[in-house]
């Protein structure tokens, strides 16, 4: 499905072992085939699973404990994967990314919270067809626009309402 192109995921992810590594799973076709995102004691890898093999993507040291939550996030575009540490951009990957459900993994003790799914919402996804009017639209590559798209949505009420009426119309 188009919406399931052009996404981001974010967990925060508590590790209560360091026997495996936990986290992320997205662009799940089977268990053959997809990205995953996982937190191990040593930090983050970008991986890609196809016909069962891994290859690394990206990665990034960062120190994981079994006493406290870490968020990792996943900013999934049709041609890059941008992996998110606790709010920074920390790693990415140029990837022919398919899309795809998102899932959590796990193959030793962990905890997750605060599991997150966003569509992105830009001109070239399909979510035009579906906001319509009732959506502020940027380019997810420019930052100056991202910032524009949520400054008008944190400082101009009448945009606000606008956008809300226009919502609940929809």
Same mark, same amino acid.
């Given at each position: 499905?188009?919406?399931?192109?052009?996404?981001?995921?974010?967990? =925060?992810?508590?590790? %209560?072992?360091? !026997?495996?590594? +936990?986290?992320? *799973?997205?662009? @799940? $076709?089977?268990?053959?085939?997809?990205?995953?995102?996982?937190?191990?004691?040593?930090?983050?890898?970008?991986?890609?699973?196809?016909?069962? =093999?891994?290859?690394? %993507?990206?990665? !990034?040291?960062? +120190?994981?404990? *079994?006493?406290? @939550? $870490?968020?990792?996030?996943?900013?999934?575009?049709?041609?890059?994967?941008?992996?998110?540490?606790?709010?920074?951009?920390?790693?990415?990957?140029?990837?022919?990314?398919?899309?795809?459900?998102?899932?959590?993994?796990?193959?030793?003790?962990? $905890?997750?919270?605060?599991?997150?799914?966003?569509?992105t919402e830009t001109e070239t996804s399909s979510l035009p067809k579906v906001v319509g009017e009732?959506?502020?639209?940027?380019?997810?590559?420019?930052?100056?626009?991202?910032?524009?798209?949520?400054?008008?949505?944190?400082?101009?009420?009448?945009?606000?309402?606008?956008?809300?009426?226009?919502?609940?119309?929809?």
């Amino acid at each position: 499905e188009e919406s399931w192109r052009e996404y981001k995921a974010r967990v =925060e992810v508590r590790l %209560l072992s360091f !026997a495996a590594p +936990a986290g992320l *799973v997205v662009g @799940y $076709r089977h268990s053959r085939d997809f990205f995953a995102l996982l937190a191990s004691q040593d930090g983050l890898k970008l991986v890609h699973r196809r016909h069962g =093999e891994d290859t690394e %993507l990206a990665a !990034a040291e960062s +120190a994981f404990g *079994v006493d406290c @939550y $870490r968020a990792i996030e996943l900013r999934c575009r049709a041609d890059r994967l941008v992996v998110v540490l606790d709010g920074v951009a920390v790693a990415e990957a140029n990837a022919d990314f398919p899309g795809g459900p998102v899932g959590l993994t796990a193959n030793a003790p962990a $905890r997750f919270a605060e599991v997150r799914v966003a569509a992105t919402e830009t001109e070239t996804s399909s979510l035009p067809k579906v906001v319509g009017e009732a959506g502020l639209y940027f380019d997810p590559r420019s930052d100056d626009q991202i910032a524009d798209a949520l400054r008008a949505l944190l400082t101009d009420e009448p945009t606000r309402k606008a956008l809300r009426d226009k919502g609940l119309d929809r």
